[in-house]
């Protein structure tokens, strides 16, 4: 994938200058508090109207995150694909096909993995007692904390994902669909609207046998988290981070980047800038620079690739990929037009630490 289209210089122009229209007026300063503290609030409600309604699933996240998988199973992916191409589906088999796979790795789950010992979200789990994790002190090094614990939510698997900001879980269960049949790998998805949480644990294809969603603010840096550092394969940022106060996102990214394992990926898409759903903002919208209110309390930020290669460079990661995603959708009832512009990224946690300090960023190389 890469750019799709490019931008005359004429349309660059013009939309650098509709954004500025539009950030003429910014929210007051005290109702920019009040959204920053209860930003929480506005998401629930989100949920509450919404439901898992608003969101498409994002089926799209293996095509382009096929690092989601571990190697081997990605390879095998293929292949299942290739000969479901060739097989006539019955699309209302479909369901029970879903069905089936879910059965047969939670079998597979209980026989290798020791059944009843499977740990419970939110609990240090063995066979004599079972204490809430949230006994922890706040403020303390969660690895060191839960390092020393037995069993930990997925301490058994051997290849762990991390979805932030998951939602009513548009990425969680098109991911659990093919982790259930994927030996020894584990899913954490948090949010910090615990009605998005608990839409995630109501839905039919929840198990806490391969899944452990959790209500957790990333931006509270003292809050543990349900496992140790350094233990994760991937972390998926998918329209997370825009919703974030600009002044708040190193901060997350440089605590995520600590959870990852060396050689882990963090995976991240998210609004570009200048993106139809920034110029299409009315005037009073603008909370700072390209950094917008939408009408029902939420945030949203569009961003520049240099600014999120500067944050997860600044944060210890290396740059596989990152790219501008533009295209045009076409809405051909509505008649319109719409300029897509999208930030795609992987970065990963190198190998071994470098004594280096991580590379400049303040005058980022245009070549890329
Ligand atoms: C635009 S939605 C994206 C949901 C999901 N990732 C998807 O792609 O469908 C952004 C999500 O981030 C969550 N979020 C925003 N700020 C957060 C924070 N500080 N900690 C945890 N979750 C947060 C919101 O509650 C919301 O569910």
Known sequence: MGDHMQWSQEEEENA????????????????????????????????????????????WLFLEFPEILPEKRREELKTEQRSLEHTEINTTNSFSHKNEMFEAGEKYWKKNCGGGSTAVQGYEYNKTQAKPLTDNARGKNSGEELGRLESFPGSDATYRILEVGCGAGNSVFPILKVLCNTPGTFLYCCDFASGAVELVKSHSSYNSAWCSAFVHDVCDDALPYPFPDEILDVILLVFVLST????????????????LKPGGMLLFRDYGRYDTAQLRFKKGHCLSENFY??????????????????????????????????????????????????????????????????EETTERNPCR
């Open 244 to 259: 974030i106060h600009p002044d708040r996102m190193q901060g997350v990214v440089n605590r995520l980047a600590k959870l």
């Open 16 to 59: 650098k200058e509709r954004a500025a229209e539009n950030s003429r007026v910014k929210v007051q300063r005290e109702d920019q508090e009040r959204y920053e503290r209860e930003a929480s609030k506005y998401w629930n409600e989100f949920y509450k109207t919404h439901k898992n309604n608003f969101f498409k699933d994002r089926n």
């Open 293 to 358: 209110l939408r009408g029902d309390g939420t945030r949203v930020y569009f961003f520049t690739k240099d600014e999120v290669w500067n944050m997860f460079n600044l944060a210890g990661l290396t740059e596989v990929q990152n790219l501008v995603d533009r295209r045009l959708q076409v809405n051909r009832k509505k008649k319109v037009k719409m300029q897509r512009v999208w930030i795609q990224s992987k970065f990963q946690k190198p190998l071994l630490l470098s004594l280096n300090k991580p």
